[in-house]
């Protein structure tokens, strides 16, 4: 009775001329890797959610497409990210399970990430999945969003669904197109965007996609190879590695066969094939594409990639692999969905670029402040099978960064928030914010903020950025890109606070795989840079000692306090009193002994301003990072 009574609060269902109505709170269209998060995200927070999803399976690109290889935030298990990250680790006995392959720290076998993710799903009462719904076309009121419309894949009936607040979580953003909303597709020329990366011209060219499979052992001595396939030859991957070359100029990876397989090796003797120098990656633009058009780009992606499998077993005497039979819900057990690594890109409030990555505290819009998600992997275009394009964007170095709030905000539009892959970045920013944890965590963001606007009855683009902030520290996200400070540092929330207000800014490092931001929460405070960080709050007189102590934040903090009249449990009215509440609450807040006499530690000052004046609070930023 109590499960109806549910089912009747979430939806308002009514049958006509075998046309289902539906109304909710949040409706994500797509439940892919950014859908999947945005849709718990939401429904956690006491939402009713729906997630409308075309196929039987959630998580998109790193289970139903395949490429189940996190790439990039190692360090920085953020959020459902994280979540989903203990529970592989669960399932397959540590994090020295999952690294099997040389790809990625994380690799797991696609099924099992989709049963984690309905696991997750399933725990929420208030979250319904409408799996086998194809999204058909939005529906616009003005410039308001408020539902879709879906065809059921099975009986082809109709499926209205109206919504406060609607997340477009599909593979290309084809919910903003539907509703006319202003996007980018293609490769920007450097003088439009600013960016020091050298494309002389604005182009259609989007990265190459991929039809992934994933192999099985099967045993030595068995020989598993397939039939061979229409328009088979070998040199179609000429160059793949460094036993299969017509000329050394042609190598790609310098690597032998072996090693090429490696790459996507997964627990349990399977290999996901994803290999980019003169594999199964191909050229195709599915974007502007009809249904019928991409259903025939699909089986030429698919073709190439039994070519390459075919290619594998005869080339190298990998006979004993095939395709798994026991990972994939398909006739020809190869994934549900082609992997994209681009989209469309919606026209946002910002426009998050490299050079808000590169020097992120330099540039006129301070967009670091407004951070949502992190990531930490380079810049990685693909661009191989199509020779028109720029071929120097492959890991492109950067140091970590955070993702801004006004990135999946429509400039144009109420009632829609933009996730997955469609998000507002540059070409080239989005070879790094495409990979799936960033992709999640954006996810995670979006569902945030929906959940904020439906419970304040208010439009995505009114909602505060510290509230959004906020709810994802709350829920253990990242909003700040450090490396040394983890999610398990007894002052991570301070901290990440007071990274935002950009009063104790960081460094930026590029670094392999694996690129870092450093706090440095141990180091002491050079007093002429904190005077100029916190002059957005407090014009302060010169002082004399180059590295800042104890007394000297006290007396900052008590000048702070005085000035914005702050009412709370500190006396800023008396240098004496204030010392001593500080003295007092010191080591409450986990810190060191107090001698006010001493250097304060980077760490140390974070809690201490955060903890009484709260910076984060005290001054709100708009989407720009601009203090209001």
């Known amino acids: 009775m109590k499960l109806k009574q549910t089912l009747l609060l979430l939806l308002i269902t009514a049958t006509v001329h075998a046309q289902t109505v539906l109304r909710t709170e949040v409706l994500v269209i797509g439940g892919g890797t950014g859908g999947c998060a945005a849709g718990i995200q939401s429904a956690r927070m006491g939402v009713n959610t729906i997630i409308a999803e075309p196929t039987v399976w959630l998580g998109g690109m790193f289970s139903a497409a395949g490429v189940a290889a996190f790439d990039g935030n190692h360090n920085m298990p953020s959020g459902i990210w994280g979540e989903f990250r203990e529970q592989l680790y669960k399932v397959y006995g540590g994090p020295n399970a999952v690294a099997t392959g040389w790809v990625s720290n994380t690799q797991f076998e696609p099924h099992v990430g989709d049963s984690i993710i309905k696991s997750f799903v399933s725990a929420l009462p208030n979250l319904k999945v409408l799996y086998q719904t194809e999204f058909v076309k939005a529906i616009v009121n003005g410039n308001t969003v408020t539902g879709a419309l879906f065809v059921d894949v099975k009986t082809k009936k109709q499926i209205t669904i109206y919504a406060k607040q609607v997340i477009d979580a599909t593979e290309l953003g084809d919910v903003l197109a539907s509703a006319k909303i202003p996007f980018d597709m293609g490769m920007e020329a450097s003088s439009v965007t600013g960016e020091n990366i050298n494309v002389p011209e604005t182009n259609d060219i989007i990265q190459d996609m991929t039809y992934a499979a994933i192999l099985k052992d099967y045993g030595k001595g068995v020989d598993r190879t397939l039939p061979k ?218 569902g945030t903020l929906a959940a904020l606007a439906v419970k304040k009855e208010t439009h995505a683009r009114v909602v505060e950025v510290r509230e959004v902030q906020q709810q994802l520290l709350n829920s253990k996200a990242y909003i700040m890109p450090y490396y040394d400070v983890k999610r398990s540092h007894p002052h991570f929330g301070s901290i990440q606070r007071i990274g935002a207000t950009g009063i104790l800014k960081g460094k930026g490092e590029p670094y392999q795989w694996a690129n870092r931001t450093w706090f440095y929460p141990d180091s002491t405070v050079k007093t002429s840079v904190f005077l100029t960080d916190v002059a957005p709050f407090i014009k302060l007189q010169h002082y004399d000692r180059p590295l800042l102590t104890i007394d000297d934040a006290v007396r900052i903090v008590r000048q702070l306090g005085f000035i914005y009249q702050l009412q709370n449990e500190f006396d800023y009215k008396s240098y004496s009193n204030i010392k001593q509440q500080i003295e007092n609450k010191w080591s409450s807040w986990g810190l060191k002994a107090f001698d006010e006499n001493r250097n304060i530690t980077r760490a140390e000052l974070a809690v201490l301003l955060d903890q009484t004046i709260n910076p984060f609070q005290l001054k709100q930023v708009n989407h720009n990072g601009q203090f209001k």
């Open 229 to 446: 396939p229409a328009n088979y030859n070998p040199l179609e991957f000429d160059g793949c590695n460094n036993e299969f070359s017509s000329t050394p100029e042609k190598i790609t990876s310098n690597v032998t066969a072996q090693k090429m397989l490696d790459y996507g090796k997964l627990p349990n003797g399977k290999y996901m094939i994803n290999w980019p120098g003169k594999g199964n990656d191909i050229y195709i633009n599915m974007i502007p594409m009809n249904a019928q058009q991409r259903k025939a780009a699909i089986q030429q992606a698919k073709a190439k990639t039994i070519r390459f499998i075919y290619f594998l077993q005869t080339q190298f005497g990998f006979k004993h692999l095939d395709l798994a039979d026991d990972e994939f819900p398909t006739a020809d057990k190869l994934p549900l969905i082609p992997y994209h690594r681009e989209s469309r890109r919606v026209k946002g409030l910002v426009r998050f670029k490299i050079q808000h990555i590169a020097q992120p505290f330099t540039q006129a819009e301070a967009l670091y402040r407004t951070g949502i998600a992190v990531g930490d992997y380079p810049i990685d275009h693909h661009h191989r099978e199509n020779l028109k394009a720029p071929q120097h964007l492959g890991f492109y170095p950067v140091p970590s960064f955070n993702v801004p709030l006004g990135a999946l905000i429509p400039q144009t539009h109420n009632g829609i928030i933009i996730a997955e892959k469609s998000i507002s970045v540059s070409n080239v920013v989005n070879g790094t914010t495409r990979l799936q944890p960033c992709v999640m965590m954006t996810g995670q963001a979006a």
